[in-house]
């Protein structure tokens, strides 16, 4: 019973939790640095070719178009993998200009869209298709796709999948907002399986690391129901 209370607290319905929603309020802010910082990266180490460079910015303005569309208040998920006529999805992006920095990102946004839509199979496939890249935009990128794949291997019951994304998750992006988020769900993944000493060492982690954030009182709760 234990085990299925703690499964239940992280379904797919809840893969974005409140502190996840940081992602989709600022996700077009930290994909225009990202995208900026990987393009000089790309000019400074010789991408000046005449057909390299025009092709990383048309990706990158036709990435802006299924983002658009992400991001609306009333998102169309399904709209903005698969576009349309007016404008392109990230599948468009993917399938024109998969080798450019943006093209990289909207196998990030494929995944995140096809789990919006239930489809956990494509879902998983294409998060493990983004190369995961240097810089703080992208850690933080980094971080979230990492944590999505552990979402899935929740949903999936695979938990000791799920704590090893976790893990990845926590160690790509190293700061108050998202890595105790990962610290609480790799102690309910341990919970699942009955590993209630491993659970309360994630917790005690995030009491110790991030005394300060938004998962620390959220960590002495579930201290208290594993002790």
Do not use: W
Not at 31 to 56: D, H, M, N, Q, T
Not at 119 to 148: C, F, M, R, T
């Amino acid at each position: 019973m234990a085990k299925q209370h703690v499964a239940e607290q992280e379904t797919l319905g809840e893969a974005m939790n409140k502190t996840e929603l940081f992602f989709e309020k600022n996700g077009r802010l930290l994909s225009y640095i990202f995208l900026g910082l990987l393009v000089l990266a790309a000019l400074v180490y010789g991408y000046r070719a005449l057909i390299v460079s025009p092709r990383v910015e048309k990706a990158a303005e036709m990435i802006a178009e299924a983002q658009y569309r992400f991001e609306d208040q009333n998102a169309d998920y399904r709209l903005a993998l698969e576009g349309d006529a007016n404008g392109a999805g990230f599948l468009d992006v993917i399938g024109k200009y998969g080798s450019t920095p943006s093209g990289n990102l909207a196998m990030h946004y494929a995944g995140i869209c096809y789990l919006k839509t239930g489809d956990l199979e494509n879902a998983a496939k294409y998060l493990a298709k983004y190369s995961h890249v240097k810089g703080i935009p992208g850690a933080l990128i980094n971080a979230q796709n990492y944590g999505l794949q552990g979402d899935i291997a929740v949903e999936q019951q695979d938990y000791a999948k799920a704590v090893k994304f976790y893990e990845k998750a926590v160690k790509a992006a190293d700061n108050n907002l998202t890595a105790p988020m990962y610290l609480r769900k790799a102690g309910l993944a341990e919970q699942a399986q009955g590993n209630n000493k491993k659970a309360v060492e994630f917790y005690e982690q995030i009491l110790t690391s991030y005394p300060a954030s938004m998962d620390a009182r959220e960590a002495e709760k579930l201290l208290g129901s594993v002790k």
